[in-house]
Structures are given as C-alpha cells and as structure tokens.
C-alpha cells in the first residue's frame, strides 16, 4: 500500500522551473538567430553553411542541459556556463559580414541572444534555489549487501570544485572547435587550393587527437593529480599553438577572429578554472 508521502511529487523551485523555461527559450533563439543570419548574408557560402550549422547544433545543447537542470545535476552549472559563452561567440562571429554594416534584425537578434545567455549564467550561479537543487549525480551500478542496483552514487573520486568541473568541461570543446574551421578550410580544397590538402588533414587529425588527450588529462584532474593539471596547461597551450596560425594560413584574418576567437574565449576560461581550483585547494595561512 503506498502512502501519501510516498505518492506526492516533488514541487521543484519556482527559480528552476524559470531555469527551464529560459533554456527553452534560449535554444529557439539560438535557431531563430541563425536563421536569420543566414538569409541576410550577401555570401551564403560553405564557411558560412558550416559555422551556421555548427551554432545551431548548440541549441541542442541547450535542450541537453534541461535534462540535466530537471534531474539536479552538479555538472549544470559549468556546462551551462561553458555552452552560453561559446554560444555567444559562435553567434556573434556570424552577425559581422566580411563586408559592409551588420544587418539590424542580426544585430537585434544577437543582442537579445546575449541577454539570454548573461540571465542563465546569473540564473546558475547567483541563485540560491537552483544551487541548492543542483546537487545530484549520476546513477551507476551500486553493488551493496549482495545485491545490485541501479541507484544514484556519489562518484568515488576525491571532492572537486566548481572551476575544476568548468575547466573539464571547457577543454572537452577544444576539438569541435578545432574540427568546424578544419572544414571550413576542407572547402577551400574543392575550389582547387591543392597545395592546403596536407595542412588541413593534419588539422583534423590534431583536432581529432585532441579529444582523447583532453579525455586522458580530465581524468586524472578529477583524482587530483598535479601532474594532470601540468599536462591540460600544456595541451591548451598546444592547441593554441597549432589552431590559431592554421586559422591565419588557411582561413586569413577574417578566420583567425571568428573560429579562433572561440577557442581562445574556451582557453581562458579553463586555464581560469584551473588556478582557481588550485587556489581553492591550498591550504589557508596560519596566523601569527
């Protein structure tokens, strides 16, 4: 027989279900954005085809990171944080033609996206009730008393902090954000620019080995490894190195500011986080 604790459901804060509705509201706009940009551009070309596509994928994103507010997950925040600044460079790269003044339903569109974006970041981190709500894990496999079940588990890893979790997450879009200008570089070889097949086959496969170096280093981040917190700097700097002259080479300036810029912007942050956390975790002075 089940009893009325047992039957009533959980009201969520009124704060979170805000959350949600304006994550919704943020996906449509990211669309409705892009689209826009695409019909007033002069030059629907494939750079621009593929940023577009690439932008629009965020909305996703957004749909994505719902799920994790509904459910109460401790990754929200970073992953919030990290998808609304990249969200705002990918969009912002594309409002700017290569010629001329930004189309004003572009310009009106990006800044109404921004104010989106700057409310759910405020929304994840200054509210009191979605911190307090975000504070559950991912269910495993829990085998306890000879049994086995299906349950939500603290992970066993040492406790990390908050920037820790936005570095990670920040240096897991290192690749995509290598990979987008790689292709849009690849269309430059269908236009007979032969002599870019090697540099832009070895752009992809560095953007490619990337995502497990990145894999490789936030996994040992998250036991609280030092060296692992040495060899993510020494990636993101790497990337850096390796990105940024390929976007000058193949793409010109034009490319080095709109496929570079949110690399760069993804950088900061994550190197940000990790003195951050590294400050967090040293120990506080002792007073004379």
Known sequence: ???????TEVRRPSAVRALTTLLAVTAAATVVVELLNWWYAPEQEFGLAVRTGWAMLRSLGFLVLIGHVNRGRTGARPFGLILAVTTVFAVGRLVVPRQGVPPLPG????????????????????????????????????????????????PKRPPVTGWLLTSRVAAFTYSPL??????????????????????????????????????????????????????????????????????????????????????????????????????????PPVPA
């Open 1 to 7: 027989m089940r009893t009325a604790a047992e039957t």
């Open 107 to 154: 310009l009106l569109g990006f800044g109404l996206l921004t104010a989106l974006c700057v409310a759910v970041v405020a929304l994840l981190y200054r509210s009191d009730a979605v911190g307090g709500h975000l504070v559950r894990h991912r269910k495993t496999l829990v085998v306890e008393g000879g049994t086995i079940s299906w349950r939500e588990s603290a």
């Open 178 to 283: 290598m990979l987008v200008p790689a292709l849009v570089a690849g269309g430059s070889i269908l236009d007979g620019r032969l002599s870019a097949v090697p540099a832009v086959l070895f752009w992809f496969v560095a953007g490619i080995a990337v995502s497990y170096l990145v894999l490789f280093c936030t996994l040992f981040l998250m036991r609280g490894r030092a060296w692992a917190r040495t060899m993510l700097v020494a990636v993101t700097l790497g990337v850096l190195a390796v990105d940024l002259p390929l976007c000058w080479w193949l793409l010109g300036l034009d490319g080095l500011i709109r496929d570079g810029g949110p690399l760069v912007a993804a950088a900061t942050l994550a190197l940000y986080g990790l003195r951050r956390a590294a400050r967090a975790a040293e120990p």
